[in-house]
């Protein structure tokens, strides 16, 4: 078990359309479990392979004491519309309402290699929808309007210099309150 350093915004992973997962090893395990460290060590409720530096398809989601790894998830159904304040992990203290469908269906493949299918509404699914667009290079600032994104990016421009080397080094002493919970960093 281990808090991995997190990419943070500008990290060419982040952009990158990860790999599907065919076999799962003992080490994507160890990788899943080092995920939920680093997530529960940086206050967030959801964390996708590419935000550790990693090209699996692979993200891991908590939400109401309730685990869930997810290997090569994808949206089977989704119905309605709903908004949500969201945040990254990858983009600390930068939050911005999103649209996302209000009632989504995944089918992901588990820790022990069967398909299984979740529904998530409210943050279950938006976590969800969050993680999956990070395993195809896609973060919540795409889904702002472009006056919303313009003005997070200037938030993001005066936070970028704590991490000079793109990467986010979780200690005890890092986190801090922002004024947002954890349901709203994904
Ligand atoms: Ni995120």
């Known amino acids: 078990m281990a808090v ?16 599907p997962v ?6 994507l395990l ?10 529960h060590a940086a206050q967030g409720v959801g964390l996708a392979a590419p935000q550790v530096g990693r090209s699996e398809r692979l993200a891991v989601v908590e939400v109401e004491h309730e685990r869930h790894v997810l290997f ?5 159904f989704e119905e309605g519309e709903l908004r949500w304040e969201e945040g990254c992990l990858s983009i600390p203290e930068v939050y911005g309402d999103v649209y996302r469908a209000a009632r989504v269906v995944v089918r992901a493949m588990g820790r022990n290699g069967k398909t299984f299918e979740i529904e998530g509404q409210e943050l279950l699914g938006v976590c969800l929808q969050h993680e999956i ?3 195809h290079g896609k973060l919540f600032i795409d889904h702002l309007s472009f006056l919303k994104k313009r003005k997070a990016l200037a938030a993001w ?11 986010r080094i979780i200690t ?3 986190i801090h309150d ?9």
């Open 72 to 76: 090569n998830p994808e949206i089977v």
């Open 30 to 39: 160890k990788l899943a479990d080092d995920m939920f460290d680093t997530m």
């Open 172 to 174: 005890p002493g890092s």
């Open 133 to 135: 667009d990070h395993l």
């Open 178 to 186: 922002d004024g947002h919970d954890d349901s709203e960093r994904l």
């Open 22 to 27: 065919t076999t799962i090893t003992p080490e």
């Open 4 to 19: 991995l350093p997190i990419y943070v915004l500008g990290s060419p992973v982040l952009r990158q359309e990860t790999t």
């Open 157 to 167: 421009d005066e936070e970028k210099g704590q991490y000079p080397d793109l990467l």
